[in-house]
């Protein structure tokens, strides 16, 4: 004789709508080669982008991710896009980049230190069509941005090579 016990069993397509919070669908890209950029205008980081495909338009999306950069000039910042439309940025102000993530350091940060401007984001895209998720950088105060290495890239174990990730969750609503 075999006897089961649960607590609940959730649907393959998520919690009912009113139910809410079940992840439906995780979709994830790992970047592991290196990516660096002189523009001072922000521009796609190369190969860190990902695609999800919501079941439901009243899904949300939890978008993470996480960076390790480093700087030529110790002037930094990244932004998050979904398609064409920035999410996850701060108020206008002025002429200052609107980020999910920047850092202006007065002196230097060190030729190993990589920073780790990183992001957890709940999106509401309201569709079913796919979407893409990705990641801008810009060297905003001049010099070079670096992703996944230090500006010092001497060949020896303390100049580290690391990954980036972004990951996207369908959370159902």
């Known amino acids: 004789m075999s006897t089961l016990k649960v607590n609940s069993i959730i649907p393959v397509a998520g919690v009912p709508t009113g ?46 991710v996480n960076l390790s950069i480093h700087s ?5 910042a990244g932004q998050l896009f979904r398609d064409s439309t920035q999410i996850a940025l701060g108020d206008a102000s002025s ?33 079913t069509s796919s979407v893409t998720y990705k990641v801008k950088g810009a060297a905003v105060g001049g010099g070079e941005l670096y992703y996944g290495r230090t500006n010092d890239d001497t060949d020896n174990a303390q100049f580290a090579r690391t990954i980036q990730v972004i990951t996207v969750m369908e959370v159902s609503a």
Not at 31 to 47: A, E, I, L, Y
Not at 72 to 76: L, V
Not at 103 to 116: D, H, K, M, Q, V
Request: proline content about 4%; charged content about 10%; aromatic content about 8%.
């Open 95 to 127: 002429n200052r980049s609107r980020c999910f993530g920047s850092g202006a350091f007065g002196g230097t940060i060190g030729n190993t230190i990589l920073l780790y401007p990183n992001i957890l984001f709940l999106d509401s895209p309201n569709t």
């Open 19 to 64: 139910g809410g919070g079940g992840i439906v669908q995780i979709k994830q890209t790992v970047k592991t080669n290196t990516f660096s950029t002189t523009s001072s205008s922000f521009v796609d980081v190369t190969g860190l982008s990902v695609n999800i495909t919501p079941t439901a338009s009243s899904s949300k999306i939890l978008v993470n």
């Open 72 to 76: 030529s000039d110790n002037a930094i």
